[in-house]
């Protein structure tokens, strides 16, 4: 257990990773084994359990990189000066998230699993509730409430819509902030302040 | 296989299938096993399996009432004389499908094995096809096409948000018509014509 574990890195890593995560996809986690990775990578199951030894490392390991970038997310929205500011930026933030993890979204936000993972892990949770409350902003009335559930569960669900599968980065980043600002009624942004407002520290 | 199953019905079968939703919703239709819902009831899994011999079975059985109400919605919808009529009367068929089956929609619609079954089942999937045109209506715009994927995705996740666990379900649904509305820029109708667009044949 004190032996430091030499992590796959690179290609071998992210083949692994991304092998796990097309199989949560269609299996779901609870339905996806250690065994059905290594037969889609051809390798044996022990090449993958001395890597992963758990489930849950490895569904952790999948999820960092979208986890991290949700924590970049926060700070950047939490660090703009006026409300609207912080709004922009956390919705911005999470349509880049969404764009950028199309079908890793899906999971994280729906999987039986990773749901559970989430509220079992105090900072994971606080760090999702985090950005809900930067997008909610000050206004808790029930109709605003209901309008963040609902952008918020689309936007996460939008990458598994088969009929957007092919729409460009670009293209689908500029219709789904259209469709969030106008479902929670925030203003675009002029030009040059949303440039100052949604501006990544990345 | 000839002779006829008897099902559980009334109580018992209730009892049953609510245990299952339970366990699905929280450990995934992949994570959870006959014996567990046996151990939730307090009955042998021979009771369990008794009346229903495979997961997918008990998965269908779970489904079934959620799937019979998208039948009549998408029936009802269809039956409206004008384009306008048909998108209201699938959304509001829509919401009221949301709102009576808060959590198990979410399972119907983000489940990976439920998904699967209804990828792989063609009447299924055609159904969930034919609801998702009704909604979106002659205009093929990419923009209408990211709205519905988000109101869709939305409104199928929205019974997991515990922010809105305790909202009555005519408040839900007031707000949940009004938001998605405002998404797809579609008008409410007036009343008088709003009664008659939306009459359900129930």
Known sequence: MSVPVVRPIGAARERLLSAALNLFVYHGVSGTSLQMIADDLGVTKAAVYHQYQTKSDLVLAVMTPALE?????????????????????????????????????????ADP?????????????????????????????????????????????????????????????????????RTLRIRAPSRRRGHAAVASPR
Chains 1, 2 share one sequence.
């Open 69 to 109: 970038q949700m924590v970049r997310l926060a700070e950047n929205a939490e660090a703009q000066p006026s409300v609207a500011g912080r709004r922009e930026a956390a919705l911005c933030g999470l349509v880049d998230l969404v764009v950028e993890n199309r079908r890793m979204t899906a999971v994280l936000y």
């Open 113 to 181: 699993v990773v749901t559970r993972l989430i509220r079992e892990h105090p900072p994971m949770l606080e760090l999702s509730e985090r950005i809900k409350r930067l997008i909610t902003g000050p206004d808790h009335a029930v109709e605003t409430l209901v309008g963040v559930a609902v952008v918020g569960g689309g936007l996460m669900m939008v990458g598994l819509d088969p009929e957007l599968a092919d729409l460009d980065d670009d293209a689908l980043r500029r219709h789904l902030l259209g469709t969030a600002r």
